[in-house]
């Protein structure tokens, strides 16, 4: 790989600034000032600096995100705050993106990444990758309801779902207000409200806390963020 190039795609600037960079002998590789842009680097074994700093090459970047209510599932908007808008400055990269989406008033799980292959085997309605769902409604769930998901819900334009896993957590009668836990295996659009509006109920608040077989962490807060752990990352890759 050209050095000019790892060096832009570390974020370390421009592809035009880096050149500047370099032949001002601010760049090493293995200890020795390197002056050409076009100098070649192996970037699994060479030890590049900018400025006495080491400057490890990574490819792809994956993030977890605990989505917020009021912020878009987007890479950018000129009215709205996006997800990407939640990101540090320094961890901010153009080439970042949602895999899938959640609502503006939705919260929770929402993997971050800049690996394609892996958003579109996650989102490929062949794969049936699980979402699962931490659910509140107006109105009392039924178990005549867990059947009706369970068969494939017709929703409103005349769309049908595929079977879903709907475990009622509790019924409040007096209030007559319900939560559940629910398993979807694909992502139309709005569909957990559209499945639950089919039901004669109306959701008032929506938590993705799975996707495949990462789970949301108890300890990163709404609006927070990290890096997939190695162990993480394996676990969703083998969806």
Do not use: W
Not at 18 to 33: D, R, S, Y
Not at 63 to 81: C, M, R
């Amino acid at each position: 790989m050209r050095l000019d190039k790892y060096l832009a795609d570390m974020q370390i600037g421009s592809r035009k600034e880096v050149k500047a960079f370099i032949k001002k002998g601010l760049v090493t590789v293995n200890e020795q000032v390197i002056k050409s842009d076009k100098f070649q680097v192996d970037e699994t074994k060479d030890i590049v600096k900018f400025e006495e700093e080491v400057i490890r090459y990574q490819k792809e970047f994956y993030y977890l995100l605990n989505k917020p209510q009021g912020v878009i599932s987007a890479t950018i908007d000129d009215y709205e705050e996006t997800v990407l808008d939640l990101f540090s400055d320094e961890d901010y990269r153009e080439d970042l993106f949602p895999v899938g989406r959640l609502d503006k008033d939705t919260e929770g799980l929402l993997l971050i990444t800049n690996d394609g292959a892996l958003s579109h085997r996650l989102l490929s309605p062949k794969r049936h990758v699980p979402k699962e769902y931490y659910v509140e409604v107006e109105g009392c769930l039924t178990k005549e309801d867990q059947e009706k998901m369970a068969a494939g819900l017709k929703i409103d334009g005349g769309e049908i779902c595929l079977p879903a896993e709907l475990k009622i957590l509790a019924v409040d009668e007096s209030s007559q207000c319900s939560s559940a836990q629910l398993i979807l295996h694909e992502g139309k659009f709005h569909q957990v409200k559209r499945m639950m509006q089919a039901c004669g109920k109306t959701v008032t608040y929506l938590q993705r806390v799975r996707m495949g077989n990462l789970f949301l962490p108890d300890d990163i807060t709404l609006g927070e963020y990290r890096e997939l752990t190695a162990e993480e990352l394996k676990k969703l890759q083998q969806k």
